[in-house]
């Protein structure tokens, strides 16, 4: 799973679609502004692929 720091927004949707809380809001500013979301837990992702269904400005990449 990947999420692409300089095209986050911060809307957070991702955060709470994740099953298993492997998904945070990071401290870290993008070039646009933006804090972006942080892939904090691997060894817990599942690769069910529901945060990059939920994320509107496509970030979020999930290998199988």
Do not use: H
């Amino acid at each position: 799973m990947e999420i692409d720091f300089e095209r986050c927004k911060a809307c957070e949707l991702c955060v709470p679609a994740c099953p298993k809380d492997c998904i945070v809001m990071g401290a870290a500013i993008n070039r646009a502004g933006y804090p972006s979301a942080v892939f904090e837990r691997p060894a817990d992702c599942t690769g069910c692929a529901i945060c990059a269904e939920t994320c509107p400005d496509a970030c979020i990449q999930v290998w199988r």
